[in-house]
């Protein structure tokens, strides 16, 4: 973000820490209800598609919404930059609103079958495309630039609250009113989000924040990609977010389960491995929404991912859960420490026009690409075994590391102040 940015929700962001200021407070209200409302949205779905269809079109239907976010992502950035972010996530949530309330209503009154719920999915995959870019967007309009890391910590701890909150919630939806119950309940709580979104403040857009709109949203597309590719940091940013993903996601979200069964720890292993992360991720968030800072905030993250490599292969080798727990509550407090600080660092750096677009490539890597290494995980598990591909990812996370460390301006990177 420039520091030309100017306006009312800027300037009060700069008088007070984020976690003190109304306005920020407004927008982690809005952000936690919609992301609870996911959660409960998501095991709903699931429910649904279970109970209309085999096992393999429930699968099916629950993965529908990876296409479309995949595919539009990048275009949701320049949605998000030529209206406003904050246009878009009220629109977002309005939408989700009314699909989920629409089956529920659907599902009250007969067994509408497995379409309604392939249809829901490939809204909310289409609705994300624009709506992520818009949360990556909206902090650098509502709070001064210099609290940026403090809200990125304030964001991670509403996620760890939803995913906390928001499963049994959606159980406790389909207990008292079945799917249908449950998806009213995701309605209600993405109607909750909109008026506080409303109630929202934001920075007012400098004459030259507006220059990209008189151009297509090809020529947005592609201006947003020459900006990334000609920015000393953004690039080098772009490639080290990529590969922490790459190299993170597989393991954690595939390779746990498959090292677990492979050391007969039982899904009560996973639990507590899991639990250990989470707490890791949530200590660090916690500790930045409290300090607001890191200095040299692009050494730091560098390094971090270096670190966070060697915990990640080592996980495969610890000889029981306990030492699994230990090692994976390490990978939470760095992993943790090192999204936030790419967060901020990347909306700190990006030209304040450029913000959704900026945030949408990272997303598409983050969201639309690394998935795709769940079904390469469990294949190259099945050949090679939990330790080979363990130490296979931990070199991929380790290589942004190392990339971080030899780009100079990133390496030198620091938060606005």
């Not at 109970?51 to 479309?68: D, E, K, N, R």
């Not at 976010?69 to 246009?87: E, H, S």
């Not at 905030?297 to 029981?320: D, E, Q, R, W, Y």
Request: with cysteine; hydrophobic share 55%.
């Amino acid at each position: 973000m420039t520091s030309t940015q100017t306006g009312s929700a800027t300037a009060a962001g700069a008088e007070r820490a984020a976690h003190r200021d109304p306005n920020v407070l407004r927008w982690l209200g809005a952000y936690g209800s919609s992301a609870i409302g996911d959660n409960v949205y998501y095991l709903a779905l699931s429910w649904a598609a279970v109970q209309a269809g085999t096992p393999a079109q429930a699968g099916l239907v629950t993965a529908l919404s990876a296409v479309p976010r995949a595919v539009l992502m990048l275009g949701g950035g320049v949605v998000a930059d030529r209206f406003g972010p904050r246009r878009v996530l009220i629109s977002s949530d309005a939408v989700r609103c009314a699909a989920v309330l629409a089956v529920a209503g659907l599902l009250l009154v007969g067994r509408p079958g497995l379409w309604p719920l392939a249809a829901l999915a490939l809204v909310f995959g289409a609705v994300d495309a624009v709506m992520m870019p818009a949360l990556g967007a909206l902090p650098t309009r509502i709070t001064g630039p210099g609290q940026l890391a403090r809200v990125h910590g304030m964001r991670s701890l509403a996620v760890r609250l939803a995913n906390v909150v928001g499963a049994p919630l959606g159980g406790l939806g389909v207990a008292l009113g079945g799917t249908a119950g449950a998806f009213g309940l995701a309605g209600l709580l993405f109607a909750a989000s909109l008026p506080l979104l409303i109630a929202l403040r934001v920075a007012k857009k400098q004459p030259a924040d507006d220059a990209h709109a008189r151009g297509s949203a090809w020529s947005d597309l592609t201006g947003g990609l020459r900006h990334i590719r000609g920015h000393r940091v953004l690039l080098p940013l772009i490639v080290v977010i990529a590969l922490s993903d790459l190299g993170f996601v597989g393991p954690l979200n595939v390779g746990l389960a498959l090292l677990a069964d492979e050391r007969g720890w039982g899904a009560g292993g996973v639990g507590w491995v899991l639990a250990g992360f989470g707490t890791g991720a949530g200590a660090a968030s916690l500790f930045l929404t409290t300090r607001g800072r890191v200095p040299r905030a692009g050494l730091v993250l560098s390094v971090s991912g270096v670190v966070s490599a060697v915990a990640i292969g080592t996980l495969a080798f610890v000889p029981n859960v306990a030492t699994a727990v230990a090692v994976a509550l390490s990978i939470g407090l760095i992993s943790g420490l090192n999204g936030v600080l790419c967060g901020a660092l990347l909306q700190a750096e990006s030209g304040a026009a450029y913000v959704g677009r900026v945030t949408s490539v990272a997303n598409f890597f983050s969201l639309g690409v690394a998935p795709l290494t769940f079904p390469l995980t469990g294949a190259a598990i099945g050949l090679w075994g939990t330790g080979p591909v363990f130490v296979a990812s931990a070199l991929v996370c380790g290589l942004g590391g190392v990339v971080g460390l030899c780009a100079g301006g990133l390496r030198r990177a620091e938060l606005p102040r």
